[in-house]
Nanobody, 129 residues
C-alpha cells in the first residue's frame, strides 16, 4: 500500500519544541511535494506547510510562520516539520500528504486538502498551557 507515515508527536508544554517526521511507504518523495496539515478537534483540516521536491521551496500558514520549519532529507527519504515556540492552539493531529495535482513536485495544490493523497494515520501533538 502506498502511503505516508508520520511520527514524532507527543505532549509538550507551551514554548517547547517537537520535530515531526514523514516517511513514505511504497514510493519515493522525488516526484511529489509534501505538505503538512493538522486537524484540531471539531475543526477542518488546516494546511500548515509544504515543501517542493524540485527546488526545496516552502510555504507556511501565517499562524506558524517564524515558528515552524519544514525540511527534507533526500538520503533518508524523509520530510521533517520542526515546531518551535509551540502554543496550546497548535494542539491537533498532524498529517503529511503528497501533492498530486498541478505541476508535479511543486506545492501547486497547497493548502487544498482535496489536492493531496497518500495520507498517513497522523500523529497527535498536544501543547499544554
Amino acid at each position: 500500500e502506498v502511503q505516508l507515515v508520520e511520527s514524532g508527536g507527543g505532549l509538550v508544554q507551551a514554548g517547547g519544541s517537537l520535530r515531526l517526521s514523514c516517511a513514505p511507504s511504497g514510493f519515493i518523495f522525488d516526484d511529489y511535494a509534501i505538505g503538512w496539515f493538522r486537524q484540531a478537534p471539531g475543526k477542518e483540516h488546516e494546511g500548515v506547510s509544504c515543501i517542493s521536491s524540485i527546488d526545496g521551496s516552502t510555504l507556511y500558514a501565517d499562524s506558524v510562520k517564524g515558528r515552524f520549519t519544514i525540511s527534507s532529507d533526500n538520503a533518508k527519504n524523509t520530510v521533517y516539520l520542526q515546531m518551535n515556540s509551540l502554543k496550546p492552539e497548535d494542539t491537533a493531529v498532524y498529517y503529511c500528504a503528497a501533492d498530486v495535482t498541478g505541476i508535479m513536485g511543486y506545492c501547486s495544490g497547497y493548502p487544498q486538502v482535496s489536492e493531496y493523497a497518500y495520507w498517513g494515520q497522523g500523529t497527535q501533538v498536544t501543547v499544554s498551557s
